[in-house]
């Protein structure tokens, strides 16, 4: 009878298993709840495959189990219990996808509590206030694409926070803040990139970052970030490095710094990592409390790529603004630093690269424990309040920068304990020091009294203060290359060479060289600019004028000298006497002059003429035989005559053959006239009035014939 009982049970507990498997699988999504008020009271609502496509009933969640995506669509969830979560996932490394469209909110005590990795993107809005936690994840959390504004005045989560893994943000706006925990915590690291953050911790009375990571490092690229503490640092990687890469961050610490049970001084520090990089940003780091950094690597702070960062720590008991242990290095950036309380920068090895740094310090502005390098056109303009300005206990060198170095009263700008070093570089200093003839190509200035030192070339812009002098000694140079400008407003003195490629601007009043005149005034011989007064007395390019002779129609003029500056007349090549221009006049002669024509003539006569178109001087023509070609007994000869006077030139006459058998003695040999006759008589060969000749011969002949006839009849008779 047992036995059969015994049967009987096993086959009820059988058949109750398998009544009861359907249920089971009914229920498959048993990892997901909503909580939230609903119909007056707090509902905890399971996801399940029935109402996975509308959990509240209402369109604003649904849920997709293949992809595990749990989406939000102007949804508000209010749950009333504190202890609830408005959304859970509990089963363990579950995670969840969520997706935003529209508005949605959750306020109440958990808002999101998530078992594993959180996803969260879409293209809406998430508000998330809660009194415990508000986006929570024990695994990676990533916010991608969207808003979230998640804020907590709990003590377990921050408002944004991954418990066991990473955040990622990613072109995303996110605002997180914590009352009394951090504002945004990555337990494994931070990812930000393309995306605006601000990240707050208000809590007054414990450490809690701003923003922090644990472990691993903290990545903040091409994004606007804030991030501040009220007790702690205000970005922090805590065995990690800092890392930051284009884009804007502003941290903050306002932590009022205290001293814990075991006499140790605990301050919040506006950046801290082990390492910290920050290429091409512009970062703001600043500790207002006490033992405070404003940015601290516990190894090394590098700083490149054309960032502009500012560290400041403003508390009477603050640290050094700038603190690395092994090194700094800044390379073609910007920096400003200002401790009030202490060093303004401060590691075993600093190195200036290509650099602009603005340092104040209570203690050395720029200290380094084991070596200080400032190099490759580098500029640094410091100052201690009550120390040297720049301090290194080994080596210091200054290689093609300018350094403008202000110590304490009575103290050095530049000092090194070792061996300090300064070539082709520009530098002022309070102090006295010469650097033990280790300066080179340079220009030094203690306090208001400048020297040139060798040849030396300006690195990048500088300025002559007022009041200060600087002299260029013989046998030095002073050279301003391209692209760069030195500002003189005060006193150069020089007597060794200038060179001046690129800019000079000299205050009024500072002006140097160059030499007024009458008509310009003086040009400085550092920035080309004219200056001062005109000098009416000193007179350049005088040109002379040549005296002219006066005429019947025109005026002439005697020698004189003008200034082609201002037109002063002078009757002397030196200036000396002015005159005027009616002085210089000859008045037009009363009487016929010749004018510059010359002679004119026709076949008789020639004369000249006046401008007034008067003839004056006639006379008849004076000529002469001009022989143009002798006579040989095989050719002719030629001849002309011509005036003596003018010039005038009659027909050429041919000069007959020599006859080689007549005797040179005979009487029919033509004479040579060589005297000069007038117009008036025949001359030889010419044949003008040979008529009148030829009948007062043949009259000569007939009279002959008719006496020699009369006498013969008087024989005959």
């Known amino acids: 009878m047992k036995t059969k009982r015994k049967i009987v049970s096993l086959l009820v507990t059988v058949c109750m298993m398998f009544l009861l498997m359907p249920a089971v699988v009914l229920a498959d999504t048993n990892y997901l709840a909503i909580n939230t008020v609903k119909d007056g009271s707090n509902s905890t609502i399971y996801v399940t495959d029935t109402n996975a496509s509308d959990v509240l009933g209402d369109g604003t969640v649904s849920y997709n189990k293949d992809t595990n995506t749990l989406t939000l669509n102007n949804c508000n969830l209010a749950p ?52 415990t936690y508000a986006v929570m994840a024990t695994g990676n959390v990533t916010i991608d694409g969207v808003t979230v504004n998640a804020s907590t005045t709990g003590k377990s989560a921050g408002g944004v926070q991954s418990h066991q893994g990473s955040v990622t943000i990613k072109n995303a706006t996110v605002n997180a803040s914590a009352e009394n925990s951090w504002g945004l915590y990555g337990n494994k690291g931070v990812s930000i990139e393309n995306s605006t953050v601000t990240a707050k911790s208000t809590c007054s009375n414990n450490a809690w970052a701003g923003l922090s990571a644990s472990s691993n490092n903290i990545v903040i690229k091409n994004s606007n970030v804030t991030a501040e503490s009220a007790y702690d640092h205000g970005i922090a990687a805590f065995n990690g490095d800092v890392e930051i890469i284009g884009g804007t961050v502003n941290a903050t610490s306002t932590a009022p710094g205290y001293i814990d049970n075991s006499g140790y001084e605990v301050g919040g520090i506006g950046i801290a990592g082990n390492n910290v990089t920050i290429s091409g940003a512009n970062v703001t780091a600043t500790a207002t409390g006490a033992y405070a950094n404003a940015i601290c690597g516990w190894e090394s702070v590098s700083i490149k790529e054309n960032a502009e960062v500012t560290a400041k720590t403003t508390n ?22 200002e401790a009030v309380a202490s060093t303004g920068i401060l590691s075993d090895k600093v190195e200036f690269d290509n650099s602009e740094v603005t340092a104040t310090g209570y203690w050395q502005a720029v200290k380094g424990t084991n070596e200080i390098d400032i190099k490759n056109n580098s500029s640094l303009d410091v100052t201690s309040t009550n120390d040297v300005a720049i301090w290194a206990p080994d080596t210091l060198t200054v290689t093609d920068s300018v350094v403008n170095a202000t110590g304490k009263e009575n103290e050095n700008g530049v000092s090194a304990q070792g061996t300090t070093s300064v070539s082709g570089s520009w530098v002022n200093t309070s102090g006295n020091e010469t650097f033990d003839n280790n300066i080179s190509d340079s220009v030094l200035f203690n306090g208001t009294s400048g020297n040139v030192i060798g040849n030396a070339t300006v690195p990048r812009n500088v300025t002559i203060v007022q009041g200060a002098t600087l002299t260029i000694p013989d046998n030095t140079s002073l050279t301003v290359p391209e692209k760069v400008t030195l500002t003189n407003n005060g006193t150069i003195v020089k007597n060794g060479t200038v060179t001046v490629n690129g800019t000079v601007v000299c205050a009024s009043g500072n002006h140097i060289g160059g030499t007024a005149t009458c008509k310009d005034k003086a040009v400085c011989e ?27 129609l025109s005026e002439g003029n005697i020698e004189y000298w003008s200034c082609e500056g201002c037109g002063t007349l002078f009757k002397d090549a030196n200036g000396t006497e002015e005159t005027t221009l009616d002085d210089t006049v000859i008045a037009k002669l009363p009487e016929h002059t010749k004018d510059n024509t010359g002679l004119h003539s026709d076949e008789t006569n020639h004369w000249n003429t006046c401008e007034c178109g008067a003839v004056l001087n006639k006379e008849a023509h004076t000529f002469k035989w001009v022989i143009d070609k002798e006579a040989t007994v095989d050719e002719t000869g030629s001849k002309h005559e011509e005036c003596s006077v003018c010039g005038y030139k009659k027909s050429t006459v041919e000069i007959p053959k020599i006859d080689d058998n007549k005797n040179p003695t005979d009487t029919d040999k033509e004479p040579v006239n060589t005297e000069e006759t007038t117009s008036d008589n025949p001359q030889t060969g010419d044949d003008s009035n040979i008529l009148p000749y030829m009948a007062a011969i043949a009259l000569t002949v007939a009279i002959a014939a008719a006496v020699a006839l009369t006498e013969r009849r008087k024989k005959h008779n």
Do not use: P, R
């Open 526 to 552: 550092f920035c080309g600019t004219e200056y001062g007064d005109l000098d009416a007395s000193n007179h350049t390019h005088i040109v002379k004028t040549e005296a002219k002779e006066a005429t019947h």
């Open 316 to 337: 009477n008991d603050g640290w050094t603004a700038l603190w690395a242990d092994s090194s700094i290095s800044v390379s073609k950036s910007k920096v400003t630093v």
């Open 80 to 131: 009333s219990n504190s202890n609830s979560s408005a959304i859970y996932v509990y089963t363990s490394n579950q995670g969840l996808n969520l997706v935003l469209n529209g508005t949605n909110t959750i306020t109440g005590g958990q808002c999101m509590y998530i078992n594993g990795d959180l996803n969260i993107s879409g293209s809406g809005t998430l508000t998330a206030t809660g009194t």
